[in-house]
């Protein structure tokens, strides 16, 4: 209902929608606000889950990375017996 009251408003001003609908004009800027708040939130949220997924990659190259140098090193401590 909120969404398309919402859309209802874009459309023909807040005003008008308010008076069609039997709402308070005040009632849909705050349902409006509330919206582009959820919005920033989960556009955040994702920028955020896309960051994670990029270090957990980056962690397991390196996690990778120390695993061959550890077999390189006792490879090289053994040469050197």
Not at 20 to 37: C, T
Not at 45 to 69: D, N, P
Request: glycine share 4%.
């Amino acid at each position: 209902y909120k969404a398309e009251a919402l859309k209802l408003a874009d459309r023909i001003g807040y005003t008008e929608a308010a008076r069609q609908l039997g709402l308070h004009e005040s009632q849909l800027y705050g349902w409006r606000a509330k919206q582009s708040h959820q919005q920033t939130v989960s556009s955040r949220e994702q920028e955020q889950a896309a960051e994670i997924a990029k270090l957990k990659r980056e962690l397991l190259i390196a996690q990778e990375e120390v695993a061959i140098l550890k077999k390189a090193s006792a490879y090289f401590a053994r040469q050197l017996k």
